[in-house]
């Protein structure tokens, strides 16, 4: 098959890093792929993978016409089968131009909180939980794979040294290093890294050997570092450090004790055998254990808590506190971050590998080529008018104050059913 992969961006974040080392995956499986993307600092790991990249023309916004005519000479000079799009807004570049005018079959990956509702119903969509799965499919959706967030286990491994990254970043090597490796948004991450920088503050002020390196960028990178420097100013030393941002996060998850994270990030952490806290929104804080893995592999990595929305400095200290209740049993039992540790390596390796899913992959795509569905139709009506109120919602918030960056990622928590995992 000749397949063309779109992500919906190439900062560094876990939806990206799926589909790139999906696209590699599937092309060491004997097929012909090309990844399209704006530019971005991932578009470096394309490269290193060796996939084959074509960047978008500059200024080529996703549903303009000039994307539309970009697209469709790729996907008639590649000779391209079926089309793969990452989020919302490459699926409906593609769904509306190579799909619609040029009858190539066309999948979507929502790795989002939340499918979107104008999203075509008969494109095969894949998504990464369970839960997200049923939801997909009550809605309407005729066709939905799941396809949990795969790791490469043999890149990401027990086996990368992370001596280095301590010493690069001045890190302590006698103290509990606790890591979060994400993007700095405000989107999901904000309460929780702000929420970590208090609680480990908190704990070395009790002279607990504790340090916590924030491993990223974004745009609160300047709110998280206020934090981090409150929270040595209340140690009397340097407990919080923010590396920034890398292309290869792996020596700090190799360097960790324990791995703060959600998504990708968490699956991440535990292929180098490092305990895992769950990290999630409203005060969420959760070890993976045996006994709470099952919500997890239900839920997705991530989990919502019972604190008021919007959280304020009251329910920040809160989730500091449910996060400090969490670190203090793993910082005090070497012996239980190890058991923890093997129990998260061998849950990755044998239900998250990058080579099963590109299996997996491989089915979908070989299925959408088989039933491309039916072009112009209903749906299509349903989802063009659900795509243009969506902007005219987008627009009105953005004239009163704002819009999320990510809509479907930055659903309010007031919309969501609190629940625990």
């Given at each position: 098959?000749?397949?063309?992969?779109?992500?919906?961006?190439?900062?560094?974040?876990?939806?990206?890093?799926?589909?790139?080392?999906?696209?590699?995956?599937?092309?060491?499986?004997?097929?012909?792929?090309?990844?399209?993307?704006?530019?971005?600092?991932?578009?470096?790991?394309?490269?290193?993978?060796?996939?084959?990249?074509?960047?978008?023309?500059?200024?080529?916004?996703?549903?303009?016409?000039?994307?539309?005519?970009?697209?469709?000479?790729?996907?008639?000079?590649?000779?391209?089968?079926?089309?793969?799009?990452?989020?919302?807004?490459?699926?409906?570049?593609?769904?509306?131009?190579?799909?619609?005018?040029?009858?190539?079959?066309?999948?979507?990956?929502?790795?989002?909180?939340?499918?979107?509702?104008?999203?075509?119903?008969?494109?095969?969509?894949?998504?990464?939980?369970?839960?997200?799965?049923?939801?997909?499919?009550?809605?309407?959706?005729?066709?939905?794979?799941?396809?949990?967030?795969?790791?490469?286990?043999?890149?990401?491994?027990?086996?990368?040294?992370?001596?280095?990254?301590?010493?690069?970043?001045?890190?302590?090597?006698?103290?509990?290093?606790?890591?979060?490796?994400?993007?700095?948004?405000?989107?999901?991450?904000?309460?929780?890294?702000?929420?970590?920088?208090?609680?480990?503050?908190?704990?070395?002020?009790?002279?607990?050997?504790?340090?916590?390196?924030?491993?990223?960028?974004?745009?609160?990178?300047?709110?998280?570092?206020?934090?981090?420097?409150?929270?040595?100013?209340?140690?009397g030393r340097k407990a919080v450090v923010l590396t920034g941002s890398t292309m290869d996060p792996r020596p700090a998850y190799a360097a960790a004790d324990i791995v703060l994270g959600m998504g990708g990030s968490a699956l991440?952490?535990?292929?180098?055998?490092?305990?895992?806290?769950?990290?999630?929104?409203?005060?969420?804080?959760?070890?993976?254990?045996?006994?709470?893995?099952?919500?997890?592999?239900?839920?997705?990595?991530?989990?919502?808590?019972?604190?008021?929305?919007?959280?304020?400095?009251?329910?920040?200290?809160?989730?500091?506190?449910?996060?400090?209740?969490?670190?203090?049993?793993?910082?005090?039992?070497?012996?239980?971050?190890?058991?923890?540790?093997?129990?998260?390596?061998?849950?990755?390796?044998?239900?998250?590998?990058?080579?099963?899913?590109?299996?997996?992959?491989?089915?979908?795509?070989?299925?959408?080529?088989?039933?491309p569905g039916h072009l112009w139709s209903a749906d299509t009506v349903r989802s063009t008018i659900g795509l243009l109120v969506h902007y005219g919602r987008r627009k009105v918030r953005k004239l009163g104050g704002g819009t999320?960056?990510?809509?479907?990622?930055?659903?309010?928590?007031?919309q969501r059913s609190p629940r625990t995992t």
């Amino acid at each position: 098959m000749r397949i063309l992969v779109f992500p919906h961006a190439m900062e560094i974040g876990g939806s990206q890093h799926n589909a790139i080392e999906l696209a590699a995956a599937v092309r060491d499986r004997g097929h012909d792929v090309v990844l399209v993307s704006a530019p971005g600092p991932l578009v470096e790991s394309v490269h290193k993978l060796g996939v084959d990249h074509l960047p978008v023309p500059a200024g080529c916004g996703l549903l303009s016409l000039r994307m539309h005519r970009f697209l469709a000479n790729v996907v008639e000079e590649r000779a391209i089968d079926v089309v793969h799009g990452y989020e919302w807004p490459p699926t409906m570049a593609l769904y509306f131009g190579t799909h619609l005018f040029q009858g190539r079959a066309t999948i979507s990956t929502i790795m989002s909180m939340e499918v979107a509702p104008f999203l075509p119903r008969k494109v095969p969509l894949v998504v990464g939980t369970e839960e997200i799965r049923r939801k997909a499919v009550a809605a309407g959706h005729t066709s939905v794979t799941l396809l949990e967030p795969p790791v490469d286990t043999s890149l990401n491994s027990p086996s990368v040294v992370g001596s280095a990254f301590r010493l690069v970043n001045g890190l302590d090597p006698e103290k509990i290093l606790i890591v979060v490796v994400g993007r700095l948004v405000k989107e999901l991450k904000r309460e929780g890294l702000l929420s970590a920088c208090d609680a480990v503050g908190s704990l070395a002020e009790r002279e607990v050997p504790v340090e916590l390196a924030i491993v990223g960028d974004g745009p609160i990178k300047e709110e998280v570092s206020e934090h981090a420097d409150k929270a040595n100013a209340r140690a009397g030393r340097k407990a919080v450090v923010l590396t920034g941002s890398t292309m290869d996060p792996r020596p700090a998850y190799a360097a960790a004790d324990i791995v703060l994270g959600m998504g990708g990030s968490a699956l991440r952490g535990m292929a180098f055998a490092k305990p895992l806290i769950v990290q999630g929104e409203l005060g969420f804080w959760r070890t993976c254990t045996p006994e709470s893995v099952d919500g997890f592999l239900d839920a997705g990595w991530y989990g919502l808590g019972d604190l008021e929305f919007p959280v304020g400095a009251q329910g920040l200290s809160e989730g500091a506190d449910r996060l400090c209740a969490e670190l203090e049993p793993l910082i005090a039992d070497v012996n239980r971050r190890r058991v923890l540790g093997e129990f998260g390596r061998n849950l990755v390796v044998e239900r998250f590998s990058l080579t099963g899913a590109a299996a997996i992959q491989e089915e979908v795509y070989a299925s959408a080529l088989q039933n491309p569905g039916h072009l112009w139709s209903a749906d299509t009506v349903r989802s063009t008018i659900g795509l243009l109120v969506h902007y005219g919602r987008r627009k009105v918030r953005k004239l009163g104050g704002g819009t999320p960056a990510e809509d479907f990622n930055a659903i309010s928590a007031q919309q969501r059913s609190p629940r625990t995992t």
